[in-house]
């Protein structure tokens, strides 16, 4: 009898997951509310064509839940505790991962790939960065405020939300919701959001198989500062 392979075979992030189970469901809830409360209107106001600008009653309670949020991780500080399983570590396990996790890793990196570079995308991407640069001058102050940036987006949507999610509703509904939240939380036109989507399911995935976010807040960082580099060029 063969044994199926896991889908999920190649994931080393059982601490993160032991973790999350000590919150309770009270906790769990407003820790998603926290990060995904906006996104999550966004993605309905999407689907069903409607305004979704939030509301000032909306953007209270998003407000609150996000102090919530803080006091919730600060009060379980083993969330954060830094653990990293680097390659070769890991790499036997990707190896022998479910073949339709690769595709599907390969074919969203060929997305992402592809998007950043499309005119829209690639437009909207050089705004963002030209607005960091300003009148072709590197504020160092500006580009600390970009990496706080990328901090926050990824212990709010690869730590807190895919986790909180993935405690409630699995690991595949947690995969593919924090990396749509995070799509729909940068405020752009549909290419761009698939790009940041694609760009969020990556994060993910490094997440996931190293245990610890600090691979995906580089990553993150070296993009950003990548087209932050580009803008430059080509001013």
């Known amino acids: 009898?063969?044994?199926?392979?896991?889908?999920?075979?190649?994931?080393?992030?059982?601490?993160?997951?032991?973790?999350?189970?000590?919150?309770?469901?009270?906790?769990?809830?407003?820790?998603?509310?926290?990060?995904a409360l906006v996104p999550f209107l966004e993605v309905i106001g999407f689907v069903f064509g409607f305004d979704h600008d939030p509301s000032s009653m909306v953007l209270g309670l998003e407000k609150f839940f996000w102090w919530a949020t803080f006091f919730i991780v600060i009060v379980h500080t083993g969330i954060f505790r830094i653990e990293?399983?680097?390659?070769?570590s890991?790499?036997?396990?990707?190896?022998?991962?479910?073949?339709?996790?690769?595709?599907?890793?390969?074919?969203v990196?060929?997305?992402?790939?592809v998007l950043v570079f499309w005119p829209g995308v690639a437009n909207i991407l050089f705004v963002k960065m030209n607005l960091i640069v300003g009148d072709k001058k590197i504020y160092f102050l500006k580009i600390w405020?970009?990496?706080l940036s990328v901090l926050e987006q990824e212990l709010e949507f690869?730590?807190?939300?895919?986790?909180?999610l993935n405690r409630i509703f699995g690991r595949h509904a947690a995969f593919f919701g924090s990396s749509l939240f995070f799509g729909f939380w940068h405020e752009a036109d549909l290419f761009y959001r698939m790009a940041t989507f694609s760009g969020g399911a990556i994060f993910s995935t490094i997440t996931i198989a190293t245990?610890?976010?600090?691979p995906a807040i580089i990553l993150h960082s070296a993009i950003n500062f990548s087209a932050l580099l580009l803008a430059i060029a080509l001013q």
């Open 1 to 35: 009898m063969v044994e199926k392979i896991n889908f999920w075979s190649w994931a080393d992030d059982d601490r993160i997951r032991n973790e999350f189970e000590k919150l309770n469901l009270i906790e769990i809830l407003i820790l998603i509310f926290g990060v």
């Open 84 to 88: 990293i399983h680097w390659p070769p």
């Open 90 to 107: 890991w790499q036997k396990k990707f190896s022998e991962a479910d073949f339709r996790m690769l595709l599907i890793l390969f074919f």
């Open 109 to 113: 990196t060929g997305i992402y790939v």
């Open 145 to 147: 405020i970009g990496f």
């Open 158 to 164: 690869r730590l807190i939300l895919y986790y909180s």
């Open 211 to 214: 245990g610890s976010v600090i």
